[in-house]
């Protein structure tokens, strides 16, 4: 069993910032990839950012310079800094790891979703 704990997501004015945590935990083998992932009331779910083991970091365009990715391979955990937040920015960010755990081969884990929301 893989669980992805999100934590950070509320209400933030435009112009401020937000931190988003989520740790992996269960019966993990290795992990190849995670990041974070959003959607939007009526719009598809999209990549936010993402970090491969050993690779760069991967943004969307529009949070560019804004957005920054870490992880802390050791707790396995990534987190999201979320810089010069706009109202478009609002929405549900999910956490996503590419992982194989002792008893399943690689495969997409997602968390349960943290709400962002961007309003003055």
């Known amino acids: 069993q893989v669980q992805l704990v999100e934590s950070g997501g509320g209400l933030v004015q435009p112009g401020g910032s937000l931190r988003l945590s989520c740790a992996a935990s269960g019966s993990i083998l290795s992990i190849n990839a995670m990041g974070w992932y959003r959607q939007a009331p009526g719009k598809q779910r999209e990549l936010v950012a993402s970090?491969?083991?050993?690779?760069?970091?991967n943004y969307a365009d529009s949070v560019k310079g804004r957005f920054t990715i870490s992880r802390d391979n050791a707790k396995n955990t990534v987190y999201l800094q979320m810089n010069s937040l706009k109202p478009e920015d609002t929405a549900v960010y999910y956490c996503n790891a590419d992982l194989s755990t002792w008893y399943s081969n690689r495969r997409d884990y997602w968390g349960q979703g943290t709400q962002v929301t961007v309003s003055s």
């Open positions: 970090m491969p083991s050993g690779g760069s970091a």
